[in-house]
Each structure stands twice: as C-alpha cells, then as structure tokens.
C-alpha cells in the first residue's frame, strides 16, 4: 500500500454559524485516486475548500507531503502543487482560453509550455477554441479548460469537485478518460455523486455524512456493497 | 419573449440611447456652441474617467466601496498645486517646455504620494473590512474625515487658485469653434491613461490575472497568485488614478479647495453605475456620457444640470443593472 501524501485529521470548518465539517478525517494516497462520497450537505465540497485554504479549518490538521497546511493562504498552499477544480469550474468567463491558460500557468519555463502541450493534445477543443472567450463554452468543454488549467503545473494533488455535474453521459466518458490519464502523473482527490463516474476512476472511497466520515475501504468493495450504497448514496437497484 | 428580447439587447439599446442624447441637443443650439459644449463635455468626462476608473477597478476587484477615493482625488490636487507654487516660474513662463516639465512633475510627485497614502489606507484600514460593506462605507467615510481635515492642517481651509501652466491657457478659434487648449490636453491625457490601462490589462499576465480576479478573486488564490499583493497593487494604481483626477481636474476648474473630492466621487460613483463595474472601458463611456450630457443640459437646462445624470443612472439601473459593460462579459 502507497502511503499518504495528504493526510486531514479532526479537522471542523463553521460556515457562518453553521458547522460543517465535523471532525474529519481521512488519508490520500499516493498513486492513487480517493473519491468523497456522500449525499448533498454532507460537506464534500467543504472538505475540497477547507483543503485548499478558500475557508478557514477551525481545529484539527491537514498535513501534505509532511507540511502543516491547514493556516496556510490559498496561493501558498496552491503553490505547493496543490490544483482545485470547483464545482462551478472557476472558468473566467471574460477572458479567453488561451487567457485562462496564462493565468494558471504560475512559470512559463519549458516545462510548463511542455505540459501546456500535452494538455491540449488530451482536450483538442481547447486549441480550436484557443481566441474565444471562455464564456461561450459548452458546459463539457467548460470543465476540460478547467481540469487543463489545474494541471498545467507541477500540480501532485488535484482535488476536483463534481465534475461530472449537469454534463451529457458522453462527456463524463470523456472525463473518464482524462482523469484516467491525470492519475498517471497526479494524485486525485474527486468529490462524485455520480456513482457511476466514481466507480469508474476511484480506488479508495470515504463516504461523508454529517460532516464526517462514516465508511471508507476500497473501492470495488463498495461497488459489490448495495446495502451501503442505498444506505448512504441513495442508490439502489431497480428489480 | 419580449422581455428576453429587451434583455439580451438591453447593450445595444442603452447605446444607442447614449447616441440620441448626443445629438438631440443640437436641435437647440447652434452647432458652433454645440461643437465647443462637446469638446468641454469630452474634456470633463476624460476627467471624470480618472477618478471612476480607480474606483470601478478597486470595486471590481476588491469589491470595496472606497468612499475614500475623492479625498485622495482632493490631496492629488494638493499635491500638484505645491509643486505649482514651489516652481512657479516654470507655470508662468512663456515656454512649452517648462510648462509640460512643470504639469509633469507635479503629475509624478501627485502620482506617487497618493499611491503611497493609498497603500497605507489599504494595510491598515482597509484589509481589515474586506467583505463587509457597511463597515468599508464608515470606515473609509472616517478615513476621508481625517484626510480632508489633514489638508487643512497642512494648506490651510481656504480655497486656493490654481495656477494654469502659461502656454495651456487661452484657446484657438477654429471656424468660429471655440477651442480650450487646456480641454484638449484633458482629453489626451484621459486617452492616453485609458490605452495605456487597457494596454496593461489586456496584454500584461499582472492584467490578465487582475481581470480574473474581478470575475473570481477565489479561483485566482487557488491558482497560485497572492491576491492580497494584487489589493495592495490595484489600490494603489486607483489611489494614483485618482491623484492625477485631481490635479487635472483642479487645473480645470482653476481652484483646489478641501471638500473638493465629496463632488467628484458622487460623479464617480454615478459614472461606475452607467459603466459597469471593473471595466476600464465601461467607466470611459459612463464618464463621457455625464460629461457631455452635464455641458448640453448646463446650457439648455441650468438647474437641471446636476439632475439630469442621476436621472440617466436610474434609467440605466431599470434598463441594465449591471451596466453597459459590466466586467466578464
């Protein structure tokens, strides 16, 4: 088993006066992608934000590759290589692809231009679309600039929020594929409820509810467990 | 339907609504008065477009209501007008070059002060109250207390002449046309700051970053870039805006006085509504709109002259709340 390169622990997040997160806790694994599970309000997203630095952890630990992150601000803890893909993509609607692009590339080395390469090759429509101003995207081309712009950098952890919402069973296999491809190069935290989508990319699960976390384990055992997946996902098979 | 229809051509509509107002004034007055009401409307609205386009920008970005804004507009005034009376003859001689030397080194000294007093006002009043609007309108409507009081610590509470450079005065008579020249260097000085603004955030990675944070100021933090550097920055490049709003603005009207920046920022403020928040080129259309309508109406209408721009900013409010051209779109 792969250890862990991000590892969260007790960690509480307040919205407001609400309190989300609960004393969370769970591990990343290396070479490997970790899906969160879990109904809606159970504090996926949250945990992706908290994560992240966008809200602020009120107690408890986030530790990556070893490093305390949890009081670091969103740029530092981006810079460290972590890309955030929200659930609403973040795209700039104003600014065109190749705009989108620029902001996200935090060097312009080789490097990155080598990588900024390859992620065109893997989503062609974003060089077709490479002038046009990234509001008149459709809905999946929208969510491959926003996985393109994640991993333009060294990025060694991506967390990605839904990104199959609203999208056409098409463009998820898409999507698929492409995170099939990233999980080569980075390790994948993915916030799914599209068990379908998760089932397809996931090795490990944790599945949230009421701000923590109630099962975890491999994912091909809670694809056989239909009772823990009517329990809490809400799927249940249609006899 | 007809409301989609209205809504999705509410742009063009408003537009062409601002292209009528442009032009119905000339059925009542002669078009040689009418010539020199625009060059003047132009003139003052390139100048309301050094003051609006800060705010706009600091809003749009920081989504900050800087009611400080005019109060840095007033102390660019100030500024300007010490260099003015510190070289004085370089103001009265009868030399294009001293006279630009002069305007440029009260612009620079203006320019950086402000943006200096701007950057203090960020990091240590400001940072404190991002996301909270009521308390940025009460603790930068304090801040301008302090800043006005402060000029008439150090220039006295009396207004001041403003002496304009020899060779800006007086005016050319072109076909009966009467020419300001001083309006003239108002209406480059407002182009040049308005390419070189667009330069910057159209072709710049430091602008195009600044224009992603107007739209998500979140994604571009977890992107990597240090927002709170890019405050700092964008207030401080308003804060300078404003400063040379100031200066030019006091040139025009020959005078500084302390409350000079209470006027101007409603004036602002109303430019930015008509605009479109965080949008360089919204903020130059809205001021040419209130600077042209505020000259046709002056001298068709004098007591409605004030009015008559809350007016259009109502209309536009009902039209298109978000403005002609709102950032994102």
Known sequence: MSEAILAVSGVHTFIGQHHILQGISFEARADAVTVLLGRNGAGKSTTLKTTIGLLPAARGKIVYRGKEIQDCKPYEIAREGIGFIPEHMGIFAGLTVEENMRVAMLSEDADTHRRLERTLD?????????????????????????????????????????????????????????????????????????FYMASSVGDYFFILDDGMVVHSGEMPALIQDEALQSRYLGISKIS | MAESVFRRFSQQITLIGAVVLFVLPLLGIPPTTYLTLTLAGLAMGMLLFLVASGVSIIFGLMDVLNFAHGSLFAWGAYVGFTVFSLLMPWVEADSLALNLAVFLVAMVTAMITVALLGILLERVIVRRVYGNHLFQILITFGATIVLVELIRVFWGPNDEVMRVPLTFRGNWDILDVIVYRYRVICIIIGLLVYGGLLLILKKTKLGTIVRAGVEDRDMVQAMGHNIYLLFTGVFAVGAALAALGGLAMSLFSLQVYPDMGGTYLLFAFIVVIIGGLGSVTGSLVGALIVGLTYNYVAYLVPWAAAGVNILIMIIILLIRPTGLFPAGE
């Open chain 1, 122 to 194: 893997m989503f062609a429509d974003l060089r077709k679309f490479w002038r046009a101003k990234a509001g008149i995207l459709s809905g999946g081309q929208k969510q491959m600039l926003s996985i393109a712009r994640a991993i333009v950098n060294k990025t060694s952890l991506l967390l990605i929020d839904e990104p199959s919402k609203g999208l056409a069973p098409i463009i998820v296999d898409v999507l698929i594929d492409a995170i099939n491809q990233i999980k080569e190069r980075s390790v994948v935290i993915l916030v799914e409820q599209n």
